[in-house]
Protein backbone atom coordinates (compact mmCIF):
# COMPACT_ATOMS: atom_id res chain seq x y z
CA UNK A 1 0.00 0.00 0.00
CA UNK A 2 1.23 3.31 -0.76
CA UNK A 3 1.67 6.14 1.68
CA UNK A 4 1.37 9.43 -0.09
CA UNK A 5 2.81 11.45 2.63
CA UNK A 6 5.65 9.33 3.58
CA UNK A 7 8.15 11.21 1.17
CA UNK A 8 6.50 14.59 1.58
CA UNK A 9 8.50 16.66 4.03
CA UNK A 10 6.40 18.59 7.38
CA UNK A 11 6.60 21.54 5.87
CA UNK A 12 4.81 20.65 2.57
CA UNK A 13 1.98 18.54 4.13
CA UNK A 14 -1.13 20.29 3.89
CA UNK A 15 -1.90 21.96 7.35
CA UNK A 16 -6.22 20.93 8.14
CA UNK A 17 -5.76 24.33 10.22
CA UNK A 18 -4.65 26.22 7.12
CA UNK A 19 -7.22 28.80 6.63
CA UNK A 20 -9.24 28.58 9.58
CA UNK A 21 -9.96 31.95 11.79
CA UNK A 22 -9.49 32.06 15.51
CA UNK A 23 -13.02 32.22 15.09
CA UNK A 24 -13.32 29.07 13.55
CA UNK A 25 -10.58 27.57 15.62
CA UNK A 26 -12.42 28.26 18.85
CA UNK A 27 -15.19 27.30 17.67
CA UNK A 28 -13.73 23.64 16.67
CA UNK A 29 -12.13 23.05 19.87
CA UNK A 30 -15.22 24.47 21.77
CA UNK A 31 -17.28 21.47 19.59
CA UNK A 32 -14.47 18.83 20.64
CA UNK A 33 -14.54 19.35 24.12
CA UNK A 34 -18.28 18.90 24.43
CA UNK A 35 -19.13 15.35 25.94
CA UNK A 36 -22.70 13.41 24.69
CA UNK A 37 -24.68 14.14 27.45
CA UNK A 38 -28.89 13.19 27.93
CA UNK A 39 -31.17 15.59 26.31
CA UNK A 40 -33.10 18.27 28.31
CA UNK A 41 -36.80 17.64 29.30
CA UNK A 42 -39.12 17.57 27.81
CA UNK A 43 -37.04 15.15 25.93
CA UNK A 44 -36.78 11.58 26.88
CA UNK A 45 -35.25 8.19 25.09
CA UNK A 46 -37.70 6.23 23.56
CA UNK A 47 -35.78 3.17 23.65
CA UNK A 48 -34.84 1.25 26.71
CA UNK A 49 -31.31 0.61 25.52
CA UNK A 50 -30.76 4.28 23.90
CA UNK A 51 -30.94 2.61 20.70
CA UNK A 52 -31.79 -0.46 18.74
CA UNK A 53 -29.84 -2.03 16.15
CA UNK A 54 -30.34 -2.10 12.91
CA UNK A 55 -27.75 -3.44 10.49
CA UNK A 56 -27.39 -2.03 7.31
CA UNK A 57 -29.33 0.70 7.72
CA UNK A 58 -29.96 2.88 4.97
CA UNK A 59 -32.43 5.51 5.58
CA UNK A 60 -35.55 6.57 7.61
CA UNK A 61 -38.34 8.67 7.24
CA UNK A 62 -41.47 9.43 9.17
CA UNK A 63 -45.23 9.00 9.13
CA UNK A 64 -48.38 9.62 11.37
CA UNK A 65 -50.56 6.35 12.76
CA UNK A 66 -53.68 6.40 11.38
CA UNK A 67 -55.51 5.50 14.42
CA UNK A 68 -53.20 6.82 17.91
CA UNK A 69 -51.98 9.51 15.87
CA UNK A 70 -48.05 8.70 17.33
CA UNK A 71 -45.20 9.81 14.98
CA UNK A 72 -43.66 6.45 13.15
CA UNK A 73 -40.18 6.03 12.32
CA UNK A 74 -40.01 3.88 8.77
CA UNK A 75 -36.27 2.50 8.95
CA UNK A 76 -35.11 1.01 5.41
CA UNK A 77 -32.41 -1.40 5.57
CA UNK A 78 -30.29 -3.68 3.79
CA UNK A 79 -32.66 -6.79 5.51
CA UNK A 80 -35.77 -4.94 4.40
CA UNK A 81 -38.06 -2.12 5.69
CA UNK A 82 -39.41 -2.09 9.60
CA UNK A 83 -41.87 0.65 11.61
CA UNK A 84 -41.28 1.63 15.13
CA UNK A 85 -43.71 3.37 17.14
CA UNK A 86 -42.11 6.67 18.09
CA UNK A 87 -43.67 7.15 21.61
CA UNK A 88 -43.67 3.49 22.79
CA UNK A 89 -40.72 2.28 21.07
CA UNK A 90 -42.35 -0.83 19.58
CA UNK A 91 -41.72 -2.64 16.11
CA UNK A 92 -45.27 -2.70 14.78
CA UNK A 93 -44.66 -3.44 11.35
CA UNK A 94 -41.80 -6.06 8.96
CA UNK A 95 -41.13 -6.55 5.52
CA UNK A 96 -38.32 -8.56 5.66
CA UNK A 97 -38.52 -9.12 1.43
CA UNK A 98 -40.13 -5.70 0.05
CA UNK A 99 -40.75 -5.53 -3.70
CA UNK A 100 -38.04 -4.91 -5.52
CA UNK A 101 -38.75 -1.61 -7.28
CA UNK A 102 -39.79 -0.26 -4.19
CA UNK A 103 -36.75 -1.56 -1.75
CA UNK A 104 -34.90 1.58 -1.45
CA UNK A 105 -35.84 5.15 -1.85
CA UNK A 106 -33.36 5.81 -5.06
CA UNK A 107 -35.92 3.65 -7.33
CA UNK A 108 -38.71 6.59 -7.00
CA UNK A 109 -37.94 10.36 -8.08
CA UNK A 110 -39.15 11.59 -4.37
CA UNK A 111 -36.63 8.73 -2.59
CA UNK A 112 -40.01 7.41 -1.04
CA UNK A 113 -40.47 3.79 -0.11
CA UNK A 114 -44.09 1.96 0.25
CA UNK A 115 -45.68 2.12 3.59
CA UNK A 116 -46.06 -1.02 5.39
CA UNK A 117 -48.55 -1.93 8.43
CA UNK A 118 -50.99 0.69 9.15
CA UNK A 119 -49.67 2.97 6.57
CA UNK A 120 -49.63 0.12 3.83
CA UNK A 121 -51.18 1.86 0.67
CA UNK A 122 -49.36 5.40 0.77
CA UNK A 123 -45.72 6.38 0.72
CA UNK A 124 -43.20 7.94 3.47
CA UNK A 125 -39.85 9.41 2.14
CA UNK A 126 -36.74 8.28 3.47
CA UNK A 127 -33.38 10.76 4.18
CA UNK A 128 -30.32 8.94 4.62
CA UNK A 129 -27.75 7.22 2.23
CA UNK A 130 -29.44 8.43 -1.42
CA UNK A 131 -30.14 11.85 -0.22
CA UNK A 132 -33.19 13.75 0.93
CA UNK A 133 -33.06 15.55 4.23
CA UNK A 134 -35.59 15.87 7.71
CA UNK A 135 -36.83 18.95 9.67
CA UNK A 136 -34.09 20.68 11.06
CA UNK A 137 -36.13 22.77 13.34
CA UNK A 138 -39.56 22.74 15.28
CA UNK A 139 -42.36 25.53 15.47
CA UNK A 140 -41.64 26.30 18.89
CA UNK A 141 -37.71 27.19 18.89
CA UNK A 142 -35.94 23.55 19.21
CA UNK A 143 -32.82 23.07 16.48
CA UNK A 144 -30.63 20.14 15.35
CA UNK A 145 -27.58 21.11 13.64
CA UNK A 146 -24.87 18.03 13.25
CA UNK A 147 -21.47 18.99 13.04
CA UNK A 148 -18.02 17.59 12.11
CA UNK A 149 -15.42 19.30 13.76
CA UNK A 150 -12.84 15.94 13.67
CA UNK A 151 -13.56 13.90 10.57
CA UNK A 152 -15.29 11.51 9.71
CA UNK A 153 -16.93 11.35 12.81
CA UNK A 154 -20.32 13.92 13.12
CA UNK A 155 -21.98 14.68 16.67
CA UNK A 156 -25.50 15.71 16.49
CA UNK A 157 -26.23 18.99 18.91
CA UNK A 158 -29.82 20.06 20.34
CA UNK A 159 -30.80 23.49 21.07
CA UNK A 160 -33.22 25.61 21.38
CA UNK A 161 -34.14 29.56 21.27
CA UNK A 162 -30.91 31.35 21.22
CA UNK A 163 -28.63 28.42 22.23
CA UNK A 164 -26.71 28.16 18.90
CA UNK A 165 -23.28 26.42 19.57
CA UNK A 166 -21.57 29.65 19.46
CA UNK A 167 -24.14 30.87 22.19
CA UNK A 168 -24.25 30.08 25.95
CA UNK A 169 -22.91 27.13 27.96
CA UNK A 170 -23.14 23.52 27.03
CA UNK A 171 -25.64 21.60 29.14
CA UNK A 172 -27.62 24.42 29.07
CA UNK A 173 -28.21 26.06 25.93
CA UNK A 174 -27.09 23.59 23.40
CA UNK A 175 -26.60 19.60 23.97
CA UNK A 176 -24.22 17.42 21.93
CA UNK A 177 -26.61 14.22 22.36
CA UNK A 178 -25.22 11.69 19.84
CA UNK A 179 -21.62 11.03 18.41
CA UNK A 180 -21.33 9.01 15.70
CA UNK A 181 -18.18 7.50 16.41
CA UNK A 182 -18.75 3.48 15.71
CA UNK A 183 -21.01 3.77 12.43
CA UNK A 184 -21.24 6.00 9.81
CA UNK A 185 -23.70 8.48 10.18
CA UNK A 186 -27.34 8.36 8.03
CA UNK A 187 -29.35 11.46 9.21
CA UNK A 188 -31.10 13.07 12.00
CA UNK A 189 -33.96 15.48 12.89
CA UNK A 190 -37.00 16.43 13.60
CA UNK A 191 -40.93 14.40 12.86
CA UNK A 192 -43.30 16.82 10.89
CA UNK A 193 -45.38 17.39 13.97
CA UNK A 194 -41.94 18.61 16.01
CA UNK A 195 -42.44 15.76 18.87
CA UNK A 196 -40.15 13.16 17.69
CA UNK A 197 -35.56 13.62 17.38
CA UNK A 198 -34.37 10.98 15.33
CA UNK A 199 -30.82 10.07 14.56
CA UNK A 200 -29.86 7.10 12.14
CA UNK A 201 -26.60 5.58 11.35
CA UNK A 202 -25.70 2.56 9.56
CA UNK A 203 -26.30 0.46 12.64
CA UNK A 204 -28.93 1.60 14.62
CA UNK A 205 -31.57 4.26 15.35
CA UNK A 206 -31.95 6.82 18.17
CA UNK A 207 -35.23 8.31 19.31
CA UNK A 208 -36.34 10.97 21.65
CA UNK A 209 -39.80 11.47 22.47
CA UNK A 210 -41.42 14.93 23.94
CA UNK A 211 -45.28 13.59 23.84
CA UNK A 212 -47.34 14.53 26.77
CA UNK A 213 -45.08 17.00 28.02
Not at 12 to 32: C, K, N, T, V
Amino acid sequence: MVKWTAGIPSAERPDPEAGLSDYQLAMRDRLLAAPVVHAPAPWRPVFDSSLVAVGGLLGIGFAVHPGSGNDLVMVVSQDGHGLFDAVTGERIARDRDPAPEGATPDESEDLSCPGLGPIAGGRVRIAGLFGGGLHSGTGDGWSVEVVQPAWPNQRVLLSHGDGLPHRGPHGEKWWHVFHASWSTFRAAGFSPSGRTLAVATSSDLTLWSRTGE
